[in-house]
Nanobody, 126 residues
Framework: HVQLVESGGGMVDPGGSLTLSCEVS????????IGWFRQAPGKEREGVSLIAIGNGRTDYRDSVKGRFTISRDIGKNTVYLLMNNLKPEDTAVYFC???????????????????WGQGTQVTVSS
C-alpha cells in the first residue's frame, strides 16, 4: 500500500522560497513516476512538476520553469520541490502524487495519478 506524506508548506512573501517534501512508503521511488500537483481555490488541479520512472527525466509546467526544481533522494525515498521566487499566483494546496504505470506526460495531460498525498498549503502574500 503506497502512502505519500507531504510537508514543508507555509506562508511566504512574494519572492520568497519554500521546499516541499514528500516521503514515500510502500514502494521504491525507482518504481514510481512521482511529483507535484496543485489546486487553487475555484480552479482546476494542475500538474506542477514530475519525475519519470527509471531515467528520472523531469518536466515542469511553463509557469514554474526556472523557479521550481524537483529532485528525489532514493535512499530516503523522498521527493522534494524547491520553489524559488514565489509569486501570489503560486498560492494553492500542493499535492504529492505518484503512479506505477502512467507516464509523466499522461499524468500532466489527464491530471491524474493512482496515489495521492493529503496536500500542504502554500500561501504567497505580503
Amino acid at each position: 500500500h503506497v502512502q505519500l506524506v507531504e510537508s514543508g508548506g507555509g506562508m511566504v512573501d512574494p519572492g520568497g522560497s519554500l521546499t516541499l517534501s514528500c516521503e514515500v512508503s510502500g514502494s521504491s521511488l525507482d518504481d514510481l513516476a512521482i511529483g507535484w500537483f496543485r489546486q487553487a481555490p475555484g480552479k482546476e488541479r494542475e500538474g506542477v512538476s514530475l519525475i519519470a520512472i527509471g531515467n528520472g527525466r523531469t518536466d515542469y509546467r511553463d509557469s514554474v520553469k526556472g523557479r521550481f526544481t524537483i529532485s528525489r533522494d532514493i535512499g530516503k525515498n523522498t521527493v522534494y520541490l524547491l520553489m524559488n521566487n514565489l509569486k501570489p499566483e503560486d498560492t494553492a494546496v500542493y499535492f504529492c502524487a505518484a503512479d506505477d504505470a502512467l507516464t509523466i506526460a499522461t499524468m500532466f495531460r489527464l491530471r491524474m495519478a493512482k496515489y495521492w498525498g493529503q496536500g500542504t498549503q502554500v500561501t504567497v502574500s505580503s
